[in-house]
């Protein structure tokens, strides 16, 4: 079975830049997540998406951060303009349902901002 | 105040050693969800162990195993003769569902280091 995909790797923009990150998660997973992780941190959930639809993006900057869910398979996150704060790896995230269940993580795409 | 709190941010240990890794938690649900992950050097995170609420039975894996009670709201984890390939962070993390959906908050973290 195929593991969560995540693309790029490594990015690196200046401030005030636009970037955009790609996940495919695990086949039948119903249930997306990304998350951020701040070096030295523990990775803090940005939005949810149950199949297409988003059931928590309480945590996620909407002023500067969007993402969607096309057709309840893959997903993007952008961020628009870049800070230098947002310097950190963005982790996806894929789940059968819920995360009562187990999340299988992406190797994540490190972010970052000169 | 941290929801999930992992005191140790380093341990260092020499291999065959036995390690136990800190996790308290504070929630009010009655029901609720307790994992462990585990993030090597490459950066993925690696599923260890789902707990819930209800279930305090302590578990062993192999040379894991975990110590789940809820009288002092913590859920320790244990690696009986720590090897070279144990190294990583680990993350205690926590799931709410009737107060925050299901998001996963995770603790800082605990960097082990297991020695030659």
């Known amino acids: 079975e195929a593991g969560v995909a995540q693309s790029p790797r490594y990015k690196i923009i200046e401030k005030r830049q636009s970037v955009a990150f790609w996940c495919n998660p695990i086949?039948?997973?119903?249930?997306l997540y990304w998350y951020q992780q701040i070096l030295g941190q523990g990775p803090k959930l940005l939005i949810q998406f149950q199949n297409n639809g988003v059931v928590d993006d309480s945590q996620l900057p909407k002023d500067r951060f969007s993402a969607e869910r096309l057709k309840g398979v893959d997903s993007t996150l952008k961020i628009q303009p870049a800070k230098l704060e947002d310097s950190a790896v963005y982790l996806c995230?894929?789940?059968?349902?819920?995360?009562?269940?187990?999340?299988?993580f992406g190797p994540g795409t490190r972010l970052t901002v000169l | 105040a941290q929801k999930v709190t992992q005191a140790q941010t380093e341990i260092s240990v020499v291999e065959k050693e036995d390690v136990t890794l800190d996790c308290v938690y504070e929630?009010?649900?009655?029901?609720?969800?307790l994992f462990w992950y585990k993030q090597p050097p490459s950066g993925e995170l690696v599923f260890l162990i789902r707990r819930n609420s209800f279930d305090e039975q302590n578990e062993i894996s192999g040379r894991y195993s975990w110590n789940f009670q809820k009288s002092t709201s913590s859920f320790n984890f244990t690696i009986t003769a720590s090897q070279v390939v144990d190294s990583a962070v680990y993350f205690c993390?926590?799931?709410?569902?009737?107060?925050?959906?299901?998001?996963?908050?995770f603790g800082e973290g605990t960097q082990l280091t297991v020695n030659p």
């Open positions: 929630t009010r649900d009655t029901t609720y969800y």
């Open positions: 995230a894929s789940s059968f349902r819920d995360s009562y269940n187990e999340q299988f």
């Open positions: 086949s039948g997973h119903a249930t």
């Open positions: 993390a926590l799931s709410e569902p009737e107060t925050s959906g299901s998001r996963l908050t």
